[in-house]
């Protein structure tokens, strides 16, 4: 029985419609695009700054785990006849989201070693927690099995990688950045003063 059911589960979503353009899995995979880049970009900004084997090691399997999961969320919506690209997230839900602004990305590539490191923990942890927030509603029963193994797959490692980057932090003794900046700060880093 078990076997039958094992299957239906594979079969059946093979046989459903593609999700429309509004639809929860491919609004999340519109918006953990740009996400998942903006890491990739913060890897390569920072990395050359990056003087721990340690920072260095988290800085690659964030790029890896982050490209490979691109390219399966770019996969997935030109399966399902929908664009990948051209869907950049609005400013208010990146900030949300743990994004960096241009000038934090920016500072990675210019700040003394250890500054660098300790800014590029920071950042990267913020993003992982909005990663994790975006991440945590596509795991119910009634989203595509597709969708919700890759979520499942973003908050495994996402929250391992925390774990690491909370450990480094404690290490040079560094606070997180906040998920949710106040409002002060939000307009602090979009220029509004």
Not at 36 to 41: D, E, K, P, W
């Amino acid at each position: 029985m078990s076997l039958l059911l094992a299957l239906a589960f594979a079969v059946v979503p093979l046989l459903l419609p593609p999700p429309a353009a509004d639809s929860a899995e491919v609004r999340f995979l519109r918006m953990m695009l740009p996400h998942h880049a903006q890491a990739v970009t913060m890897v390569e900004a920072a990395g050359p700054r990056l003087r721990d084997p340690e920072v260095q090691t988290l800085a690659r399997t964030i790029r890896q785990v982050q490209e490979r999961e691109i390219g399966q969320m770019e996969a997935l919506l030109r399966a399902w006849g929908h664009p990948a690209e051209g869907f950049p997230m609005p400013p208010a839900h990146a900030a949300a989201m743990g994004m960096a602004t241009p000038a934090d990305l920016n500072r990675l590539g210019t700040l003394p070693p250890a500054e660098a490191e300790r800014l590029f923990l920071q950042l990267m942890r913020r993003h992982h927690e909005g990663a994790l927030a975006m991440a945590g509603p596509l795991l119910g029963w009634w989203v595509r099995p597709q969708v919700r193994e890759l979520a499942r797959h973003v908050e495994l490692m996402q929250k391992t990688e925390v774990r690491a980057m909370d450990r480094m932090l404690r290490a040079r003794g560094v606070e997180p950045l906040p998920l949710f900046p106040s409002l002060e700060h939000q307009e602090k880093r979009h220029g509004h003063e």
